[in-house]
C-alpha cells in the first residue's frame, strides 16, 4: 500500500529581476508501508525541496500530494489535519526541532501533548520509552540539548518525530552533519524503527553510499527530474543511467584506491536556466546527438525499475512516452 504519493510535483521560485526558478521540474515518487526509500542527488537537485513538499511544508506549483489516500493540506498557520500528525519530519540539524533552553523530557512530553495521545499521567513512561527506543538512556529526560554529541541530538530529534506516533518519516539529510561513526549508528537506528515499528521513511541524501545501507528502494534526482529508480540492489549492481553509474564511481573505494572523478565532470547546472534535451547531456560521457535536444521521459523497465535515458528507451516508447503506464516511481 502507498503511504506517501507524489505526481508529478513542481516547483517554482520567483526571483525579483531574475528568471525564474524551477526547483522541482515534475517529480513522481511512491512510498510504501514499512520500507525506506532514498532520495539521492548532488546539492541543488531539488531533494529537499522535493522533501518539503512531500512533508507538507510547502505546497507544489504543480502537480498533487497524497497521503494515506487523501490530498495533504495546503500548508498554513492552522493546525494540520490529525491524520497528517502521522507524517513527520526530521531535519538535517537536530536543533531546529529542539528548544536548546528547555530539558529534553519536557519537550518529548510536549510533542505528545500537543498531539493528545496521552493522558497526562502516562507521559512521562512514554516519553522514558521514546528515549529507549533511540537508544538514549533515561537520566536523558533532564538534560539540556547542548549535553549531547551530534549523533545523539539526532536521535533526540527522532525521538520528538516518534512522539507523534507517524506512519512515515522524511528525512532530510539525517546523516550529513554527523561523522562516520555517528552515521553508521543512526543509520542501523533508522533500519531498526522502519523494521520493528512499521514506520515508512523517505531519505533524503547526498551520500549514496549510506543510502544504500538502509534503503529498500532508490529515487536518484538530477537537476529536478527523477533520473532512475529501482531496488537497492538493482541500482548498486545495475545502474542503467549514466548519472546514476557517475554517482556510484564517486565513491571513495573500501581499498582506498580512490574514486573516478572524471565520470561526473562539472557541476550541477543553474536551475534556473537547464539544459536543453536531457539535463544531464552536458555532463554526460555517453551523450548522443539526439541528447541536446530531446527530453527522455522515465520509462519503466520492469516492475521496479525505471529510467529516463536515451540509450535505455526501446523505439515502440519512442513515440509518445508520456503515454506508458508509470512504474514505482515517475517523472518527466
Ligand atoms: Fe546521457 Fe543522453 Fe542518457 Fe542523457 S539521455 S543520460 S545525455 S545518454
Redesign the pocket.
Same mark, same amino acid.
Not at 284 to 288: D, E, F, H, R, S
Not at 308 to 313: G, P, R, S
Given at each position: 500500500m502507498n503511504l506517501l504519493e507524489l505526481e508529478s510535483v513542481e516547483v517554482s521560485y520567483s526571483r525579483r529581476g531574475r528568471a525564474p526558478v524551477r526547483a522541482v521540474a515534475g517529480a513522481s515518487i511512491d512510498l510504501r508501508q514499512g520500507e525506506i526509500v532514498g532520495l539521492v542527488g548532488e546539492s541543488g537537485c531539488g531533494k529537499s525541496t522535493l522533501a518539503r513538499v512531500a512533508a507538507g511544508l510547502i505546497s507544489p506549483t504543480a502537480g498533487s500530494v497524497r497521503f494515506e489516500g487523501e490530498a495533504l493540506a495546503t500548508p498554513s498557520r492552522r493546525a494540520r489535519p490529525r491524520r497528517e500528525v502521522r507524517l513527520q519530519m526530521v531535519f538535517q540539524d537536530p536543533y531546529s526541532s529542539l528548544n536548546p533552553r528547555r530539558r529534553i523530557g519536557s519537550q518529548l512530553a510536549d510533542a505528545i501533548r500537543i498531539n493528545n495521545l496521552l493522558p497526562p499521567a502516562e507521559r512521562e513512561r512514554r516519553v522514558v520509552e521514546l528515549l529507549e527506543q533511540v537508544g538514549l538512556p533515561a537520566t536523558a529526560i533532564h538534560s539540556f540539548p547542548h549535553q549531547f554529541s551530534g549523533g545523539q541530538r539526532q536521535r533526540l530529534a527522532i525521538a520528538r518525530a516518534l512522539a507523534a506516533e507517524p506512519t512515515a518519516l522524511v528525512l532530510d539529510e539525517p546523516l550529513s552533519a554527523l561523522d562516520a561513526s555517528a552515521q553508521a549508528q543512526v543509520a542501523n537506528l533508522l533500519l531498526q524503527l522502519c523494521r520493528e515499528l512499521k514506520i515508512a521513511m523517505l531519505l533524503i541524501s547526498h551520500d549514496l553510499a549510506i543510502v544504500r545501507q538502509v534503503a529498500d528502494r532508490i529515487a536518484v534526482m538530477y537537476l529536478g527530474l527523477i533520473?532512475e529508480t529501482g531496488t537497492t540492489q538493482q541500482l548498486w549492481t545495475q545502474p542503467r543511467? #549514466?548519472?546514476t553509474r557517475a554517482l556510484i564511481e564517486a565513491i571513495p573505494h573500501a581499498d582506498g584506491l580512490g574514486t573516478k572523478p572524471e565520470s561526473l565532470p562539472g557541476e550541477v547546472p543553474d536551475p534556473a536556466r537547464p539544459p536543453a534535451?536531457?539535463?544531464?547531456?552536458p555532463r554526460?560521457?555517453?551523450?548522443?546527438e539526439?541528447?541536446?535536444v530531446e527530453? #527522455?521521459s522515465l520509462i519503466p523497465l520492469d516492475q521496479e525499475r525505471t529510467v529516463?535515458?536515451?540509450?535505455?528507451?526501446p523505439e515502440k516508447h519512442e513515440a509518445n512516452p508520456q503515454s506508458l503506464d508509470r512504474g514505482a516511481f515517475a517523472g518527466d
Open positions: 533520473v543511467h #549514466p548519472y534535451g536531457c539535463r544531464f547531456h554526460c560521457a555517453q551523450a548522443l539526439r541528447c541536446a527530453a #527522455p529516463a535515458c536515451w540509450l535505455h528507451t
